[in-house]
């Protein structure tokens, strides 16, 4: 079973100075950020822009034009999986009674869903699996490097921050 989630924001991790996707389902419970890279990001913006121009304009865009001389429709978007932190993305087109999946990057993905105002599916299991936390992996800290810490801590000088002080 997928869920049924929306392309609901763009943001910019501080922490990993990348860009972030936010796809959210209808109640606002799930949320799942995509890191894209710069790259991806000026994808997006670059292919939203020239959408919006062609809308104003008589011309279509190429993606528009393909799917209107081929008589496709877009049956569904989504998001099969996650190796490695990459998600892998797939589009079921429906030419006539024929199904066409075609695996595509996750931007472009995210921009078709955007451009067609379409939801992006996720599975259930995917969801789980990328929420849990892998205890094995998680690194653990003993009594011995949480007193270092508060040490370390205890006797910072805030002179040592430099444009930074406390």
């Known amino acids: ?9 763009f943001a910019l991790d501080s ?3 990348m860009p972030v996707v936010l796809l959210k ?3 606002d419970s799930i949320t799942l950020p995509i890191w894209i890279s710069s790259n991806d990001a000026l994808y997006i913006v ?7 121009a062609a809308a104003k304009s008589d011309r279509k865009d190429l993606q528009t034009a393909l ?5 496709a429709e877009i049956a569904e978007i989504v998001i099969n999986d996650m190796k ?4 892998s993305s797939s589009v079921v087109l429906l030419v006539g009674a024929e199904q066409v999946k075609l695996d595509v990057r996750i931007s472009e993905a995210l921009v078709l869903a955007l451009k067609q105002s379409l939801p992006v599916m996720v599975s259930r299991e995917l969801m789980e699996r990328i929420s849990l936390v892998d205890e094995a992996a998680e690194e653990r800290f003993t009594d011995v490097d949480e007193r270092r810490f508060v040490d ?7 002179a040592d921050l430099g444009k930074y002080p406390m």
Do not use: C, S, T, W
């Open 1 to 9: 079973m997928h869920l049924k989630l929306n392309v609901y924001g």
């Open 15 to 17: 922490i990993a100075q």
């Open 25 to 27: 389902d209808e109640e």
């Open 46 to 52: 670059a292919e939203l822009i020239r959408h919006d």
């Open 67 to 71: 799917l209107n001389h081929f008589e």
């Open 84 to 87: 490695d932190g990459l998600f």
């Open 152 to 158: 370390f801590l205890e006797n910072l000088d805030p």
